[in-house]
């Protein structure tokens, strides 16, 4: 059973439709790829699985249950978190503040302390700046914080959006490494990333979207090496 099934996924934004009937499936312990142009409808897709955005049609199932209707906050205490595009920090609060919000749907007291000790562990620089305020980070420091906010629901899957957008190459690398390890540690991911060589380079699996439809799917080593891919997205 897969952990996240999505079935002929239907949004319209007013009378443009955006997703015209996706389906898609990521098992545990996964890495997966969706990849696309701008306005393929990939944050849209992420949008509509953690509920922020309610399809007109199509069913969402995780772990086998239907979530399609389900509220953004209760899907996150499932365990399901999101990595937002642009990253979405409480700049006005501090990096420890900000990672303290991402265990909000959790009540131990004793997991939370050992998550916040595992982000720690794995943004190093996360645990030298806890203190500061997070609208003063780099914006690779931010990409960290958001991720390691989102960690600290102790999800069972992390759905990620753009997680290099607007980085330098060295962070980018670093970004990679780090949602490998989250993989390797036995979260399931599902990554949505404009930088389709990147994604493709750590994914099991990969989806294409184009103008809110699937036009190519399978092993993510294939699709590297797929010619309209390769001419598409990784500029080939």
């Not at 939370?112 to 997070?134: C, G, T």
């Not at 990620?160 to 399931?188: H, N, R, Y």
């Not at 036009?215 to 390769?230: E, I, P, T, Y």
């Amino acid at each position: 059973m897969a952990m996240l099934k999505v079935t002929d996924l239907q949004v319209y934004y007013g009378v443009i439709q955006a997703l015209k009937g996706i389906s898609f499936e990521v098992n545990e312990g996964e890495v997966i790829a969706l990849i696309g142009a701008n306005g393929a409808g990939k944050t849209t897709t992420l949008h509509t699985i953690t509920g922020l955005i309610r399809p007109k049609a199509g069913t969402i199932e995780f772990e086998g249950n239907d979530i399609t209707k389900t509220p953004a906050h209760k899907i996150v205490s499932l365990g399901m978190a999101h990595v937002p595009e642009g990253r979405r920090i409480f700049g006005e609060l501090t990096v420890y503040e900000n990672l303290k919000l991402g265990a909000y749907t959790r009540r131990d007291k004793a997991g939370i302390a050992e998550s916040l000790d595992k982000v720690y562990h794995r943004f190093p620089r996360l645990e030298e700046r806890r203190k500061q305020i997070a609208g003063t980070l780099s914006g690779g420091e931010q990409q960290m914080l958001a991720m390691g906010r989102a960690l600290m629901s102790n999800p069972k899957i992390i759905v990620m959006d753009e997680p290099s957008m607007g980085l330098s190459p060295l962070f980018v690398a670093e970004i990679f490494d780090i949602i490998q390890e989250i993989s390797k540690s036995g979260t399931t991911v599902l990554l949505v990333e404009q930088n389709a060589k990147k994604a493709l380079s750590i994914a099991n699996r990969a989806y294409v979207l184009e103008t809110g439809n699937i036009v190519l799917s399978g092993d993510a080593k294939d699709l590297m090496n797929n010619d309209s891919v390769k001419k598409a997205y990784l500029g080939e």
